[in-house]
């Protein structure tokens, strides 16, 4: 792991990666599984941080590393995220959501506000929220990390009027609140009627007033 991130890093002077290296990382595939999880996904990070660890990811799947380290992860969804990317400071976590993989948190020993935030990211990124409700759900930059990992997995450009969608929702502040509802709901009831709301006015784009979501004809 620790010569892929070399080159991931580093590059190669020829341009590609060192073949007898490579084929050392294949021959010795059966250590992989006697490696410390902690030590692995220390090592996976510092590779997804690098500049462009598109190329050494694809060797990686080539040798069969990746499948014994990350089963099901796919390199080239990384490969067009970082294309994507377009210049902004590399993300491990936000590649992670891209790669995929059964168990991560648990294969890698991620932390748990690392784990947290994979989660948040591939359930965005693989869920129907559209940009406007994952924009003011998630908050500006991880909806962004989001919305790049959804577009990576669909092959598709992010547009600028998307990421401005994004940005502008993250900037809303839901204008009911609870007191606002009380003595009429509490309780479950209290939370139910808050959600409904809260997603009439996301439908509207952030639109209706307070007083016309506290309206007689809301129901």
Not at 34 to 45: D, F, I, K, N, P
Not at 51 to 60: N, T, Y
Not at 165 to 190: C, E, H, I, N, W
Request: proline share 6%; aromatic share 4%; hydrophobic share 45%.
């Amino acid at each position: 792991l620790r010569f892929f991130r070399f080159h991931a890093i580093y590059g190669d002077p020829s341009g590609g990666i060192d073949a007898d290296g490579l084929a050392a990382c294949t021959t010795h595939l059966d250590g992989i599984p006697r490696l410390s999880r902690e030590r692995v996904g220390a090592e996976m990070l510092k590779l997804l941080g690098a500049p462009d660890p598109a190329p050494s990811l694809g060797s990686m799947q080539a040798s069969h590393v990746l499948t014994v380290v990350l089963p099901g992860a796919s390199a080239e969804t990384v490969t067009i995220l970082v294309h994507l990317e377009d210049g902004r400071e590399p993300d491990a976590i936000r590649r992670l959501a891209a790669l995929g993989g059964e168990d991560v948190p648990e294969r890698l020993r991620l932390s748990k506000a690392n784990a947290r935030r994979l989660e948040t990211l591939r359930s965005a990124a693989l869920g129907d929220w559209g940009m406007a409700e994952m924009g003011y759900r998630l908050g500006a930059t991880d909806a962004e990390d989001a919305a790049l990992v959804r577009a990576a997995l669909m092959q598709q450009p992010l547009l600028p009027e998307q990421i401005e969608t994004l940005r502008d929702a993250a900037a809303q502040t839901f204008p009911v609140s609870a007191k606002d509802l009380m003595p009429d709901y509490t309780g479950p009831a209290l939370g139910k009627r808050l959600r409904a709301l809260e997603e009439r006015w996301i439908a509207s784009g952030f639109a209706l007033s307070k007083e016309a979501l506290l309206g007689p004809d809301t129901d």
